[in-house]
């Protein structure tokens, strides 16, 4: 009985170690396949909608706008071929290009393309959008708006409002398969995290070169960059900027920036009494030391912040525009004449309020904190008393909203829409914004400025609006940019053609040829 | 055989209790927790930086979120009765599928890790039980003491440094192909080794000294021929203990490794529902682990049971 029981737990043990044996066995090899170009990312594909990976279908080239936007920011026909708006400016006639397909061979037309926009308008980034109606005649897609909305086409170049096939959505209104237009099409999806790709024969554009690609999500920026390293992708999006060295040095990759439209900003309470008076706002804003920022923390000196946007994006970014000053004496002179004392410990207070805030950064972005840090040093020098507070980034919204928010730091892109002006709408013309300014009274200066620039279509006119806009800002500091930001991609050396789009709209793979 | 039925009947009857107050538990703290819930779904939605209060009031309504929290917590245990563990907040999948997807990865990591982890921690905690203070033992005690102080990111970091960037011969992260998985095997392997050295070294150790073993070399056995006659069953017993709550501590998932690796499992998708108070897939996710804990730990008993049958005869009088 005895030895009996025994060969079953030695046979139980054999097949549990020839299971593991089984398991281990390589599927295949994790060397680089011909022909397939592996383009990774932090982002992971957590649901098929629009509204929610838009952006991931968009930058893949997976699914397509009417309207896009070209690495100079000069918008071009995507699904539209062109557009008109009448006289009164109230009507928009877009015209669908002739032999646009979906990935399911079926033709685009204008009503499929409406039915896709009309889901998408629902989502709110396309809600700033008077819209009136929306209809076709024939190729022709026609939205009408209730008030003059000059920069419509760049609102609908936003990747939440790509064109799905009708056959996308399931009954219960998800999407259930992405049926697109762009030059690559999804084979296969993996998880969140890996989406296999190939190239669309029938695309209407230029055509890939390469026949596959593979999409990896590497949330985590040491393994993106030790896969960096070990050069086990092609194009690695948003490395670490610190880890550039190491990349480089290990030779398998290449890594390259450039400055984007993307700003590491501060934010004031405005309504607080120990901000409320501009001087105190200027003051603290001199007393940041930006190239020391950008030099020892960022190791990029040219991302140190002169205004609140860069040269990358010129139609709002104004040479002309004085930048902001690093002048610690200037900065105490001008506290003393706002009235605020030094205390005995060494913080200025003025009627019984110290000179004192706690500001919020966001923790998954370590450089925030880092940064906070060296700013609490550096207002220590102008008697201010700071503490930082990681907290996660969907914090600073809802503090903001809660009217809590002292101060803060945060990263925003300004062209999630490829016109500056819808995010400095919801930023620096409402009393709670939504990452920004908070109880500012200048946000009904620049508001009567962007009730204006929307409804204008004098491209002379809407230069000097954007001019005072930008000065308003820059004066009031109710938001400083420190530093702008670097984008970095990891590039194989096989990789060739590659374009880098500071807009991240695109990821521009249809360009890329693999050597 | 009725009292092992009856053992097993009441144990899963515990467990499911178990995993029911467990995923209630899940459901308090996540709505304890300070911030706007909708918010935090809709940024991890939509993105940090593309949320808006608008997107959060939306996904409000959407979700029923704005329902007082009795009716949401009702709503989920009616469905939890008719098996229906809900959808995910953030991806719209069905709960279960999302469990599933992590779940075989874990699996699949977690048995390969542990297996390894006795295929190493075996041969030299009974050699190390078999000359106390001899060499072997010593050094076995230095790695085990090492391995358990330091943390398990270092461990990762230092195999991928030395085999994935110096050596390049496997790849550094990723979870496709048998090579993905060496790394984050040997790296789950070494941190269960650390500590399961010493126990098995200690139940060799105590077997050995034990009268019966004394009894058996009297009686003419060699000491290798005495122990695996009378020594491996008795010092089995605590071993096996162990080995299936470090098995139990593993199917939940290994967060750092996870992340580090950039492999797909249980741990990683429960820290992200955490972050983005996805509350359907903290629930479920409680649910499931909560009930595979107490399944692994019934197993463990069994195991002794068949190792060790006066337990049963105990159960039966």
Same mark, same amino acid.
Do not use: C
């Given at each position: 009985m005895t030895e009996k029981l025994s060969i079953t737990r030695r046979s139980a043990l054999a097949l549990s170690a020839s299971a593991v044996a089984a398991a281990a066995l390589?599927?295949?090899?994790?060397a680089q396949e011909a022909g397939v170009l592996r383009v990774a990312s932090?982002?992971?594909?957590?649901?098929?909608?629009p509204t929610d990976t838009g952006y991931i279908m968009a930058r893949m080239q997976i699914a397509e706008t009417l309207v896009m936007v070209e690495p100079d920011g000069k918008l071009v026909g995507g699904i539209a071929e062109s557009w008109t708006v009448s006289d009164d400016r109230l009507t928009w006639r877009f015209k669908v290009r002739a032999g646009v397909v979906f990935h399911d061979g079926t033709p685009v037309t204008a009503e499929a393309a409406a039915a896709s926009l009309r889901r998408s308008l629902a989502g709110e980034s396309m809600q700033q959008i008077p819209v009136d109606s929306l209809s076709t005649e024939g190729d022709t897609l026609i939205l009408k708006t209730k008030t003059p909305f000059s920069h419509l086409p760049a609102v609908l170049a936003?990747?939440?409002?790509v064109i799905l096939a009708?056959?996308?959505?399931?009954a219960d209104g998800?999407?259930?398969?992405?049926?697109a237009t762009g030059p690559f099409r999804i084979t296969a999806i993996d998880g969140k995290t890996v989406l296999e790709l190939e190239r669309?024969?029938?695309?209407?554009g230029e055509k890939p070169k390469v026949a596959r690609v593979r999409y990896t999500a590497i949330p985590n920026g040491d393994t993106r960059t030790n896969v960096a390293i070990a050069g086990d992708q092609d194009i690695i999006f948003t490395?670490? #900027? *610190? %880890?550039t060295p190491r990349i480089d040095a290990a030779g398998q990759m290449k890594v390259e920036s450039l400055t984007i439209p993307r700003v590491r900003a501060m934010a004031f309470n405005s309504g607080l009494p120990q901000f409320a008076d501009v001087r105190v706002r200027r003051a603290i804003n001199m007393a940041i030391d930006r190239k020391g920022i950008a030099s020892?923390?960022?190791?990029?000196?040219?991302?140190?912040?002169?205004?609140?946007? #860069? *040269? %990358?994006?010129p139609a709002w970014h104004d040479a002309s525009l004085p930048a902001h000053p690093f002048d610690v004496v200037g900065a105490n002179a001008l506290l003393d004449q706002a009235g605020w004392t030094r205390g005995t410990d060494g913080v200025r207070t003025k009627d019984g309020v110290r000179l004192a805030a706690t500001m919020l950064t966001i923790s998954n972005r370590p450089e925030l904190t880092v940064m906070g840090t060296a700013m609490q040093a550096q207002f220590k020098a102008i008697g201010m008393e700071l503490s930082v507070e990681p907290v996660p980034s969907a914090a600073i919204p809802s503090a903001i909203q809660a009217g809590t928010m002292q101060m803060t730091m945060f990263a925003r892109t300004y062209v999630n829409v490829p016109e500056v002006i819808a995010t400095i709408i919801p930023d620096f013309?409402?009393?709670?914004?939504t990452w920004g300014t908070l109880n500012w009274p200048g946000r009904d200066r620049v508001k009567r400025l962007t009730d204006e620039y929307v409804q204008s279509f004098d491209d002379a006119r809407k230069a000097v609006l954007r001019r005072e806009i930008l000065k308003i800002i820059q004066d009031e500091v109710p938001v400083a940019a420190v530093a702008w930001f670097e984008h970095t991609v990891a590039i194989n050396?096989?990789?060739?053609?590659l374009v880098i789009d500071p807009?991240?709209?695109?990821?521009?793979?249809?360009k890329v040829s693999l050597g | 055989m009725s009292a092992t039925l009856r053992i097993i009947a009441l144990r899963i009857g515990q467990a499911l209790a178990t995993a029911a107050i467990l995923a209630s538990l899940c459901f308090i703290f996540v709505h304890a927790l300070p911030g706007d819930l909708a918010l935090r779904i809709a940024a991890a939605r939509v993105g940090d930086e593309r949320v808006t209060p608008e997107t959060a009031d939306r996904i409000r309504r959407e979700e029923g979120l704005d329902r007082p929290l009795i009716v949401q917590y009702g709503q989920w245990m009616g469905n939890l009765a008719q098996g229906n563990l809900g959808h995910s907040l953030?991806?719209?999948?069905p709960v279960t599928q999302e469990l599933a997807y992590h779940a075989s990865f874990t699996l699949q990591l977690g048995l390969i890790g542990w297996l390894l982890s006795y295929l190493i921690a075996l041969p030299l905690g009974i050699t190390a039980g078999f000359r106390p203070g001899g060499v072997v033992d010593r050094i076995t005690d230095a790695l085990a003491v090492t391995l358990a102080s330091l943390p398990t990111f270092l461990v990762g970091i230092g195999l991928i440094t030395l085999f994935?960037?110096?050596?390049?011969?496997?790849?550094?992260a990723g979870f496709r192909t048998g090579a993905h998985m060496v790394l984050p095997a040997l790296t789950l392997a070494l941190s269960l080794v650390a500590f399961s050295i010493p126990v098995i070294r200690n139940a060799v150790v105590e077997v050995r000294s034990a009268f019966f073993m004394t009894y058996a070399r009297v009686k003419g056995l060699t000491p290798a021929a005495a122990f695996r006659h009378h020594g491996v069953r008795n010092a089995a017993i605590p071993v096996v203990t162990y080995a299936a709550l470090q098995f139990a501590f593993v199917i939940d998932g290994f967060v750092v490794i996870e992340t580090l690796f950039n492999y797909p499992g249980l741990g990683e998708l429960l820290v992200k529902a955490l972050i983005a108070r996805d509350v359907p897939v903290i629930m479920g996710a409680g649910l499931i682990i909560g009930f595979a804990f107490a399944v692994v730990s019934l197993l463990a008993d069994l195991m002794r049971l068949w190792l060790d049958p006066r337990g049963l005869e105990e159960a039966r009088a």
């Open positions: 390589p599927s295949q090899s994790f932090p982002w992971e594909w957590t649901s098929n909608e936003d990747f939440a409002s009708p056959t996308s959505w399931g998800k999407v259930s398969r992405v049926i669309f024969d029938r695309y209407w490395t670490v #900027p *610190a %880890a020892a923390i960022l190791r990029h000196p040219g991302s140190a912040a002169t205004q609140l946007l #860069p *040269a %990358a994006v013309t409402r009393e709670r914004s050396k096989r990789v060739k053609g807009f991240e709209t695109r990821y521009m793979l249809h | 953030l991806s719209g999948k994935a960037l110096t050596l390049r011969w496997l790849p550094p």
